[in-house]
T-cell receptor, first 111, second 112 residues
Framework: DQQVKQNSPSLSVQEGRISILNCDYT??????FLWYKKYPAEGPTFLIS?????DKNEDGRFTVFLNKSAKHLSLHIVPSQPGDSAVYFC??????????FGAGTRLTVKP | ETGVTQTPRHLVMGMTNKKSLKCEQH?????MYWYKQSAKKPLELMFV???????ENNSVPSRFSPECPNSSHLFLHLHTLQPEDSALYLC???????????FGDGTRLSIL
C-alpha cells in the first residue's frame, strides 16, 4: 500500500521559471512532511520540511505548501536553476514513526 | 559530505556469495535505517535500529541480515541473493524524532 504518491515521474522547466512538484498522500494521520533532493550517484539530501500545523514553509527559493483537506503537498522552486535538476522525493511520517517515501519526480531545468 | 558513509559504493556478486554492506555515521544519531531503492519505485524501508535495538523489520527476506554493533555502525549481511535484489541500498541515520534523516550515498548492488 503506497501511502505517498508522486504521480509525475518527470518535469521539465525553463531556467528562471517556477517548478512545481506535487505529492499526494492517503494517511490522514501523517503530521510531518519532507522533501529530499537526489543527484545521480549520491544519496538523498534533505531540502525542506513542514509540520501539519502549518500550511506553508519557505526557505529561499524553495517553498512547501500543505493542503491537509486535499492530502496534498507541493514544492515550489522559483526561480528554477539548472543546478536544481535532480530527482525530488516527498516523504511523510506519523507521530514520530518512520517515514514513507514517494517514487520521486525527475526535474530537468533547461538553460 | 552528509556524515553518513557507506561502503562499498558498488558491489557485484553471484547468487551464492556472502557479502556485507557497511554504514557508519558520525552525527551522534541514535536511529539508523536500511532502505532499498529499485528503479522508479519509492524507497522501501527494510530495517530500523533505535539505540542499537531493531525496532522494525518490514517483512524482509531472511537472506538479508542486519547487524548494529553500536549506535554508529550498521551492517547488512547478504547471503544467496536473487537477481531481483539488484538495487541501490541506502543507509540513513536520524537524531531526534521529527528531524530529517541523513542518507549515505548508497551501495549499488548487482546480482549476477
Amino acid at each position: 500500500d503506497q501511502q505517498v504518491k508522486q504521480n509525475s515521474p518527470s518535469l521539465s522547466v525553463q531556467e528562471g521559471r517556477i517548478s512545481i512538484l506535487n505529492c499526494d498522500y492517503t494517511n490522514s494521520m501523517f503530521d510531518y512532511f519532507l522533501w529530499y533532493k537526489k543527484y545521480p550517484a549520491e544519496g538523498p539530501t534533505f531540502l525542506i520540511s513542514i509540520s501539519s500545523i502549518k500550511d506553508k514553509n519557505e526557505d529561499g527559493r524553495f517553498t512547501v505548501f500543505l493542503n491537509k483537506s486535499a492530502k496534498h503537498l507541493s514544492l515550489h522552486i522559483v526561480p528554477s536553476q539548472p543546478g536544481d535538476s535532480a530527482v525530488y522525493f516527498c516523504a511523510a511520517s506519523e507521530d514520530n514513526n518512520d517515514m514513507r517515501f514517494g517514487a520521486g519526480t525527475r526535474l530537468t531545468v533547461k538553460p | 559530505e552528509t556524515g553518513v558513509t557507506q561502503t562499498p559504493r558498488h558491489l557485484v556478486m553471484g547468487m551464492t556469495n556472502k557479502k556485507s554492506l557497511k554504514c557508519e555515521q558520525h552525527l551522534g544519531h541514535n536511529a539508523m535505517y536500511w532502505y532499498k531503492q529499485s528503479a522508479k519505485k519509492p524507497l522501501e524501508l527494510m530495517f530500523v535500529y533505535n539505540f542499537k535495538e531493531q525496532t522494525e523489520n518490514n517483512s524482509v527476506p531472511s537472506r538479508f541480515s542486519p547487524e548494529c554493533p553500536n549506535s554508529s555502525h550498521l551492517f547488512l549481511h547478504l547471503h544467496t541473493l536473487q537477481p531481483e535484489d539488484s538495487a541501490l541500498y541506502l543507509c540513513a541515520s536520524r537524531g531526534q524524532p521529527n528531524q530529517p534523516q541523513h542518507f549515505g550515498d548508497g551501495t549499488r548492488l548487482s546480482i549476477l
